[in-house]
């Protein structure tokens, strides 16, 4: 049975997450101006005085998932080498004037971007000045679009495109990437594009050397970290493995309710994280209702009243036109 000595892939990305600093803002960003959906309304586990914002697809799909850590008083960041300097989403061929305009109307600038290994490019920056790019191009996947986004499904952002990691150098990154499957798919000038095989969301990585950069600083609008997708518990032990060998410090599993995870830093310094897809974000709130409420894990579960007083208030752009409405 040669199979079952073939490592359980890892597809692509399963989330990507950052620092933000107004909650209420970066919620309105991310779903009433990118329609994004709301999927999983939480806290820091860490430090359960702040949120932790889940935003992704309608069925909070891996491969699709950007997460905020809003510290209402958190400093601006500054880019850097080692660290994410843009996360990029998919988006239909023909969407990018729709976007343009769309984030003209709202008041973001946004930049048509050098074409990228032959697709369209619109970059911009999100209310704390994190870098997001819209990548136009073909893509098999059916969309699951948000059911409370205006963006019509012929424009919506399907899910990830991939990362850009600012690097002084790509080798030693590169080793990481190609042990954990991905292939050397491309270079243009200073980016080095890494692909995982198939079609899942998330699956690039880009490596852009920049050698004259100095070490970034982490705040608001930073990249805290990347996480790839593991199928199951089974297949993260594998990649623990594989990757302790390598060898790198990597943390043991530790449980994020929905779903497991372990943590390293690759050489370039950006901190990567392995996650399993299951149990996914309607293991404690039906599909129907994700966001709409606070979620806490067990263990936080008697300390709810405390939490709650000290988190600031939020709302729901849709909870809200209904309010209005009435
Ligand atoms: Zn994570």
Known sequence: MPETTNPPPIVGLHHVTAIASNPQRNLDFYTKLLGLRFVKRTVNFDDPGTYHFYFGDDLGSPGTILTFFPWPHATRGSLGVGETSATAF??????????????????????????????????????????????????????????????????????????????????????????????????????????????????HVD??????????????????????????????RYWREELRRFPLNVTPVLDRTYFHSIYFREPGGVLFEIATDPPGFSFDEPLESLGESLKLPPWLESERGAIENVLPTISLHYQRSIDDGR
Do not use: K
Not at 177 to 199: H, K, Q, T, V
Not at 208 to 216: E, I, K, R
Not at 222 to 231: L, Q
């Open 90 to 203: 998919s988006v239909p061929t023909d969407s990018l004037a729709f976007w343009e305009s769309r984030l003209l109307i709202a008041g973001v600038h946004a930049q048509r971007l050098a074409t990228r290994f032959g697709n369209s490019v619109l970059g911009f920056a999100d209310p704390d000045g994190m870098r997001i790019e819209l990548i136009a191009h073909e893509d098999a996947n059916p969309s699951r679009t948000p059911r409370n986004s205006d963006v019509q499904s012929e424009n919506a952002i399907r899910g990830f495109f991939g990362v850009t990691l600012c690097q002084a150098g790509f080798e030693s990154t590169a080793e990481v990437l190609e042990r954990m499957g991905f292939r050397r798919a491309g270079e243009e000038g200073n980016r080095y594009r890494f692909s995982a095989d198939g079609n899942a969301f998330g699956r």
């Open 207 to 236: 490596v852009l050397v920049q050698t004259q950069l100095m070490h970034g600083r982490m705040g608001s609008g930073s990249v805290h970290h990347i996480a790839f997708r593991a199928n199951d518990d089974a297949a993260q």
